[in-house]
């Protein structure tokens, strides 16, 4: 049977996709790539899949777009209330149990895999990862969505405790493009967000600027390369 030509374009929003949050000395750091599909189509190559839920606390998305977002839309609204209330930021604790409270009570209606990271002035920074169906769990480092199953080794061997914030920001772009390279379903670029005492900041690694690994070969006569030229040539057909 053939298959239908629109059936991939007109497929749910799927973040088939890689995210991460690590802990360091001071803070956290959490990465993603950009790469969001419907079905085999890719519908968006430069997405944003880490969400601000408070100034201290942020989410990495995967799954469903529309559940991932919806979710996060709600526990921003929870949280600014609870700020108002309480005349405080909410602590990262309470931003990842509304988000595992909302997961778990939908659980058999929402296909999300969040990790929610941040820092506060009791805790510090901290990390909470939060899969299909809701269970919560606080780990110095976690890892999802479809690039995930090719990094646990890679995070066995790799993180250390005590890291720099320069140390965990190389682990998390490293890995991410480790897991681009293997992971049809992840690519684009990596987005990073650090999370520390001072605030927050955010990095932006383009995709040609990433290391290659095995098997990857470097793009010659691409688009890109034509528009960089002093003297662009057609595109021979």
């Known amino acids: 049977m ?4 629109t059936s991939d374009v007109n497929a749910p929003h799927s973040m088939g996709t890689t ?3 690590v802990t360091y000395n001071g803070g956290v750091i959490l990465g993603a790539d950009s790469r969001t599909s419907t079905g085999l189509y890719v519908a968006n190559r430069a997405s944003d899949k880490i969400t601000q839920l408070t100034d201290n606390v942020y989410i990495c998305r995967s799954g469903s777009a529309a559940d991932s977002q919806i979710v996060s839309d709600y526990v921003r609204y929870f949280l600014h209330q609870h700020t108002i209330q309480l005349g405080q930021p909410a ?8 988000v595992r409270l909302l997961a778990y009570n939908n659980k058999n209606s929402l296909q999300t895999g969040i990790i929610v990271g941040g820092w506060d002035k009791y805790e510090g ?5 939060i899969p299909l169906g809701g269970t919560i769990v606080e780990q110095p480092f ?3 969505g479809s690039g995930s199953s090719y990094l646990y080794g890679f995070f066995d061997q790799a993180w250390k405790d005590g890291m720099t914030r320069e140390e965990a920001e190389q682990l998390v772009v490293k890995a991410v493009s480790l897991a681009i390279a293997r992971d049809g379903a992840s690519g684009g670029v990596v987005r990073t967000v650090t999370i520390n005492s001072e605030g927050v900041t955010r990095n932006f690694y383009p995709g040609d600027t990433l290391p290659l690994w095995h098997d990857e070969v470097e793009a010659h006569g691409s688009l890109l390369d034509i528009l960089n030229a002093s003297n662009p040539e057609p595109m021979s057909t």
């Open 91 to 98: 602590t990262v604790k309470v931003a990842a149990n509304l």
């Open 142 to 144: 976690a890892i999802g």
């Open 125 to 129: 920074g901290k990390i909470y990862g």
């Open 2 to 5: 053939d298959r239908d030509a």
């Open 19 to 21: 995210i991460i949050g």
